[in-house]
């Protein structure tokens, strides 16, 4: 049987809600036996580009024993997981599958302090080194450059867009979100509107 190994990271101001689709998502990979991890990253209020990227590279390193690591990145950590790849930070080189979801445009982040740090690296160019897939609102009002201008077309990556689905957080209705479940277990699943 296959070991999978599930990084879930949060993004700004999110304190791991019970009812967010990632807190959903979490209890059902451990409900199916899964090694999830579903960390509470530090201040995440005035979060620290440097902090959340060594904890980062901590919880890569902890799942190094799985037939299968992936990574599912919502908001503020989709451009956390492009400065690890950047950086070439330890263990982002082993991770097998990475989910981008409902990413921050860099001239939303530039707005505020307490995450311009967080503005995306330069994506052209960049190379991800593992299949990646990237799926958000079609009217995200943290991205609205769009998704795919912003991040899919720098990066070479098609962006499923998801009609009226906002930023995929609790205000959009994402709890339950069976389509990113599908996704976990079976790589080549279609993402839907919950």
Same mark, same amino acid.
């Given at each position: 049987?296959?070991?999978?190994? /599930? +990084? ?71 451009? +956390?997981?492009?400065?690890? %790849? ?5 263990? %982002? ?9 409902? =990413? ?11 995450? $311009?740090? /967080?503005? =995306? ?19 995200? =009002? ?7 201008? $912003? ?44």
């Amino acid at each position: 049987m296959t070991t999978r190994s /599930f +990084l879930i990271l949060h993004g700004w101001q999110n304190r791991r809600p019970k009812d967010h689709w990632q807190h959903w998502l979490a209890d059902r990979l451990t409900e199916l036996g899964q090694d999830v991890t579903y960390p509470q990253l530090p201040d995440p209020d005035d979060p620290a580009l440097e902090a959340w990227l060594s904890e980062l590279e901590r919880h890569l390193g902890e799942s190094a024993d799985a037939d299968e690591r992936v990574v599912v990145a919502h908001s503020l950590s989709v451009p +956390l997981w492009l400065h690890a %790849v950047a950086r070439e930070t330890p263990g %982002v080189g082993e991770v097998d599958r990475v989910l981008l979801v409902a =990413p921050p445009s860099g001239s939303v982040l530039a707005r505020y302090p307490e995450v $311009a740090e /967080f503005a =995306p690296p330069p994506l052209t160019g960049l190379a991800l080194p593992t299949p990646t897939r990237l799926v958000a609102g079609d009217d995200d =009002p943290y991205c609205p450059e769009g998704a795919r201008s $912003a991040y899919g077309d720098p990066l070479g990556l098609p962006a499923e867009l998801l009609p009226g689905a906002a930023h995929l957080d609790l205000d959009a209705g994402y709890g339950p979100w069976p389509s990113v479940l599908e996704w976990c277990t079976d790589g080549e699943a279609k993402f839907r509107v919950r």
